[in-house]
């Protein structure tokens, strides 16, 4: 081989490198909120410049019509409620076998998600180290062309376990009143607050500290169809709501029913993801 066939043949090769470099994978987002797709958009794009955003989608209607027309993508970001239905019907229309990133701001959709394509259940507001853990999982499973990780069918099957009668979630605190022990009912709780300590407010207006150590701890043993984050102080019942005032910044201020009273604050960033919850 001479010297201008090496060099014709790294050329190629070079050549070919660039060319699957330029082949990016290409996603769309469905999600009928605007400023959570937009952001979601922008944390794919500054975090996987493989990642080709080729379409945000606002609604089932609009999707459907997508699919009509256009190939199946590489993959999905999809929010599980849209405005106009739940994004889950897509799969009874469409046979989409496409790795599918499931958002949304409540979980009691989680068992059926993983059942269509779901490879990760994002909560919103949406983490950026759990988004980056989730589009590794479609990279891998778009590049290695498998359906599912093991991991994820594993995770299929312990959601698909039957619970009994065990509630997945904590109905009732212990709570110190004059010295004793007394259980409170979860669904008899308005508030929890944070003030250096942790309160639980009831209905009825008892005010009782309660022994854990961060609010975290607290959210994750309530039924988030029932419980809100509304901020780092508050979780609320959405019962105890009586009234939401927008701001002009786009900030929502929540009212709680008498004999509370209490003033709640919500984000500008929350207030979307507050909306869809509080309207169900």
Known sequence: MNM???SGAYENFVRGINYLKLQKMKAIIIEDENLIAQELQNKIQNMSDDIDIIEVLPSLKTARRWFMSNAEPDMIFMDIQLSDGVSFELFDAYQLTCPVVFTTAYDE??????KVNGVDYLLKPVDDDELKKAIDKCRNI???KSRFPSDIK???QKLSQPQGSQSLYKEKFIVNFRHQWIPVN???IACFVKDNIHYIYTFSGEKHILDFTTMEE???LLDPKIFYRANRQFIVNIDAIQSVMPHENQKLSLT???PLKMEVDVSREKAPVFKKWFDR
């Not at 959709?109 to 993983?114: E, I």
């Open 4 to 6: 201008n066939d090496s």
């Open 109 to 114: 959709y989680a068992v059926r998600a993983f």
């Open 142 to 144: 778009v590049e290695s």
């Open 154 to 156: 594993q995770l299929m």
């Open 186 to 188: 979860a669904k008899d």
């Open 218 to 220: 607290i959210e994750e």
């Open 256 to 258: 709680l029913k008498a």
